[in-house]
């Protein structure tokens, strides 16, 4: 065998060991489904989506942002293939006017511009982390985001929503290894990304948790709303756990940074922003 053909085989086996060993760590580290003392896949941790449906959920090309002139391309909505199932929404005629006329400076009428709490589903794809800490009777989930936070009621049917919320009420149950979660008493004004796209007071959303390793997590969400949409949609996508040991939320307490887009009209001259340094 000559020189150049034991180089040629030793180059493949070597490259085809290093891919081997790879998988081997890809799937050491993804690993089986951490499981609670009670048998259920034990969510907690603190995780992220990968995706740009925070700007808009149905697929869009990349487009120019709202201030070209000011920020030019960092101010650029980047491309996405969507989260939402079939692609489109299927609003009612009315509703698409809505949604049309809401798209128009959305970035203005975004209620995130606001502060505001971004409801169920948007909050578990915005551009920042959450954190769940899961016991049998209740899981929390703590968003990074303004600081919201919400409580999944487990086996509790009885707890029922008494008023509407940013965040909903949470009612939920395991079907074998997917935590499936109600959601329940919404206010309207949250929007579902910055496109404009909405819903009214009658959306029930339907969640499904489900654990597919030690760090993934296969999110769907079934939105149910009469006044608003032909029928009912679905949008799915990963979460992936965020493994770094020294991971955590840090604090986005987005109220003080809205009140000059709130306030700033009622300042009297020459009056500083923000709190004056003592």
Same mark, same amino acid.
């Given at each position: 065998?000559? %020189?150049?053909? %034991? ?5 493949? @086996?070597? *490259?085809?060991?290093? +891919? !081997? ?14 499981? *609670? ?8 941790? &603190? ?9 808009? &959920? $149905?697929? #869009? ?34 509703? !698409? ?12 009428? /975004? ?19 959450? =954190?769940?800490?899961?016991? =049998? ?17 487990? /086996?509790?049917? $009885? !707890? ?8 909903? #009420? ?7 290894? *997917? ?19 909405? #819903? ?5 959303? $339907? ?5 597919? +390793? ?38 986005? %307490? @987005?109220?003080?940074?809205? $009140? ?7 300042? %009297?001259?020459?009056?500083?922003? +923000?709190?004056?340094?003592?």
């Amino acid at each position: 065998m000559n %020189k150049k053909l %034991k180089k040629f085989l030793s180059t493949v @086996c070597l *490259t085809t060991f290093v +891919g !081997l060993f790879a998988s081997a760590q890809l799937a050491a580290q993804s690993g089986d489904i951490v499981r *609670t003392p009670s048998g259920k896949p034990d969510l907690s941790g &603190i995780w992220q989506a990968m995706t740009n449906a925070h700007y808009d &959920i $149905e697929p #869009h090309a990349a487009s120019e942002g709202p201030h070209p002139g000011l920020f030019g391309a960092l101010s650029a909505t980047p491309g996405s293939l969507g989260v939402v199932e079939g692609g489109r929404i299927p609003y009612n005629e009315q509703s !698409l006017r809505v949604r049309d006329s809401n798209a128009i400076n959305s970035i203005e009428k /975004d209620p995130l511009a606001k502060c505001y709490m971004p409801g169920i589903p948007r909050a578990n794809y915005l551009p920042f982390p959450f =954190q769940i800490v899961q016991s =049998q009777s209740v899981i929390l989930i703590a968003y990074e985001f303004a600081e919201s936070n919400r409580i999944m009621y487990v /086996d509790q049917p $009885e !707890l029922e929503s008494q008023v509407d919320a940013w965040m909903g #009420h949470s009612n939920a149950h395991w079907e074998g290894d *997917t935590l499936v979660v109600r959601v329940t008493g919404q206010m309207p004004d949250s929007w579902f990304d910055r496109a404009g796209n909405h #819903h009214s007071y009658e959306m029930v959303v $339907e969640e499904r948790w489900t654990a597919t +390793g030690a760090n993934h997590i296969n999110y769907e969400a079934t939105m149910t709303d009469p006044n608003t949409f032909t029928e009912s949609w679905k949008v799915s996508f990963p979460l992936y756990r965020h493994v770094d040991e020294n991971m955590q939320l840090l604090e986005f %307490k @987005c109220a003080e940074f809205s $009140e000059e887009y709130l306030y700033g009209q009622y300042r %009297k001259p020459g009056t500083p922003r +923000g709190i004056p340094a003592q």
